[in-house]
């Protein structure tokens, strides 16, 4: 990853410290500013790169399962087939002397190669993948209550506007619905599971 990608980093790092350096004052000779220019270039450019494949390498991109050596062989010969499957069907649809068939055929037989390969190289591939914890009723009960209170809440806007909106200069009227409303969203303090954080601090004090 830092091979490849090491290049295109190296001429966004020239634009930034040629200007950077505009807007400092140093020396103007030749070697002195080659070497003022040349080590911040590298260097930025080698971070730049090596923080794109931490980043990448955190991800999963690039680690291999446990594949048998016949596998990675077989996965080898069926790209290179697939390869020169490919390269051939299109020289022979490009050219007009070949036979219709043979192109077909070098075509099908690269894709079908590429097809397999590309599956069987799939499998060495190994990357963690995001499972969602199941709601039990604690998380049902917080959602559906939030969603009552909403309700409420609109209800209460649409048809009681003096409840909802009241005057500066009165007492706030109270209605049974409203009361209601207030009380269900309470309910989630209550009902709402404990974080994670605070089981396994819970385990490691049992």
Do not use: H, K
Not at 133 to 150: F, K, Q, T
Request: net charge positive; charged share 15%; proline share 6%.
């Amino acid at each position: 990853m830092v091979a490849v990608t090491v290049l295109p980093q190296l001429a966004e790092s020239v634009q930034r410290v040629r200007a950077a350096q505009r807007l400092r004052a140093g020396a103007t000779g030749n070697v002195r500013r080659l070497r003022r220019f040349l080590v911040p270039v590298l260097e930025d450019a080698l971070e730049r790169s090596m923080a794109l494949a931490a980043g990448m390498d955190t991800r999963g991109y690039g680690r291999t399962a446990g594949v048998p050596v016949a596998t990675r062989r077989i996965t080898s010969a069926l790209m290179l087939v697939s390869l020169v499957g490919l390269c051939a069907g299109v020289y022979a649809v490009l050219d007009g002397t070949t036979p219709g068939w043979l192109a077909a055929t070098m075509l099908a037989l690269g894709v079908g190669a590429a097809a397999g390969g590309l599956a069987l190289a799939g499998r060495r591939v190994t990357r963690t993948v995001y499972r969602p914890d199941r709601w039990r009723w604690p998380e049902v009960v917080v959602a559906l209550s939030g969603i009552m209170v909403g309700a409420v809440g609109w209800w209460v806007a649409r048809y009681q506007v003096p409840v909802a909106f009241p005057g500066v200069s009165t007492v706030p009227d109270v209605t049974l619905i409203a009361m209601a409303g207030v009380l269900v969203g309470l309910v989630p303090a209550v009902a709402a599971p404990l974080p994670a954080s605070s089981l396994v601090d819970q385990e490691a004090v049992a």
